[in-house]
């Protein structure tokens, strides 16, 4: 699991996404806002728009906000005018950094995504300055325990799965195509076997190793990033030890 992979389970474990619901929702109402508007609003037919109900509907999101959300996307409800944008930069270390975001105000957003790298030793670059150090894959997460590793891998093979590797704490990671991620999601489903998350990511060709200094002026800016109410997701190819990873969650 990459360096990111592991900051972000150390989060979810320590029960962050709960300390910060209000704004995960507001996240994830954007994101099927989005979805339903590009694709419509039938999940079955919209895949993007499905991925982004499964996410809510695993952070607890009431289904009346699901519903009210996707109308909004597609023109039933009123709403403000959405547009999905990449920024690119480098963090202390030279690491790259990717920042999907959705707003209603773009020159607010970069404006404070600017900052934000500036106080952390990094700099926002051009448009496809880091983006290829990045490919695009859908994950799938099985937690440890659910089933066994030949059951997993054998219901991933099925439904077309690139790659599946043992994650540190004895679950599986599940790698495919962007375009076979929901084909690969029912082949488990199918097989019994539940999944923690499943979602479309970018996967670092390349990871940079960091420790010490700064190790924590990159997990600041991180924090910093996705903490921001316009920020979907970020990416990064760090590689942190885990003891650093740990001490920085626990000094939050």
């Known amino acids: 699991m990459s360096g990111h992979s592991k900051w972000h389970s150390i989060r979810h474990t320590k029960g962050k996404l709960d300390a910060q619901r209000g704004k995960l929702f507001t996240r994830l109402t954007r994101d099927i806002i989005i979805a339903a508007k590009s694709g419509g609003g039938n999940p079955d037919a919209n895949i993007t728009l499905r991925a982004a109900i499964t996410r809510a509907r695993e952070a607890s999101m009431p289904q009346d906000n699901i519903k009210r959300a996707i109308a909004r996307g597609t023109g039933e409800g009123d709403g403000a005018h959405y547009e999905t944008l990449t920024y690119e930069g480098y963090g202390p270390g030279g690491v790259a950094i990717l920042v999907d975001c959705l707003t209603d105000n773009k020159q607010r957003t970069v404006s404070d995504i600017r900052a934000f790298f500036n106080k952390n030793g990094g700099r926002l670059a051009e448009s496809g300055s880091v983006s290829y150090l990045f490919t695009p894959k859908g994950v799938i997460i099985v937690d440890p325990g659910v089933s066994t590793e030949e059951a997993v891998t054998e219901a991933a093979i099925e439904g077309g799965a690139e790659d599946i590797q043992p994650t540190e704490d004895g679950g599986f990671e599940i790698t495919t195509a962007p375009a076979d991620l929901a ?22 060709t390349t990871t940079v190793p960091l420790a010490g200094k700064e190790a924590n002026q990159v997990l600041r800016l991180v924090d910093m990033l996705e903490d921001h109410d316009d920020v979907q997701t970020v990416y990064a190819n760090f590689d942190i030890p885990e003891s650093e990873l740990e001490a920085a969650e626990a000094g939050r």
Do not use: F, N
């Open 183 to 204: 084909v690969v999601q029912q082949a488990l489903e199918a097989a019994k076997i539940k999944y923690a998350s499943a979602e479309q990511t970018m996967i670092p």
